[in-house]
């Protein structure tokens, strides 16, 4: 007997932000392919602004997740620079170094962020939430109200 009666995940594409393909490592590994029983992600990889904006441009990103301590554009830079630029952006996560940077996070209009070193758990969660919220048609931050 298969197994085709069980509901399949919505599936996601998840933008992920470092110019280090090492922190890129590290928060792939604590989102996972499965943030939840009824999530399944896929991953594309941007290492500069220039990579986002291609990324942006090309495929539907249902969440960009990005690197705070990037350089030369940190994850709040182009979090702020997409909220901008775009007139539909992704919900956006920000993974900061120091908790006390969530004002900068909210000057940047970022809907989530998560702290170094990355738990699991709370990993999961965040994006697992973040990812319903779109799901359920929630308006990420800096959209002037409009989704699509």
Known sequence: MSDDSKPQ???YTVLLYSDDPAVRDRIRLA??????????????????WEECRILLDTYEI???????EAAPAGGLG??????DEYAAPPPTCVV??????????????VDATL????????????I?????????GVVPLGTMGKLG
């Open 78 to 83: 182009i979090a702020r620079q997409t909220k």
């Open 9 to 11: 995940p919505d599936k």
């Open 128 to 136: 697992a939430a973040m990812l319903r919220g779109r799901r359920n």
């Open 96 to 109: 900061i170094a120091r908790a006390a940077d969530r004002w900068l996070a909210a000057f940047a209009q």
């Open 62 to 68: 249902d969440l960009m997740v990005l690197d705070g």
């Open 31 to 48: 989102i996972g392919v499965r943030p939840a029983a009824d999530l399944s992600v896929e991953f594309v990889d941007a290492s500069t």
């Open 115 to 126: 702290v170094h070193p990355l738990d699991p758990v709370t990993t999961g969660q965040t």
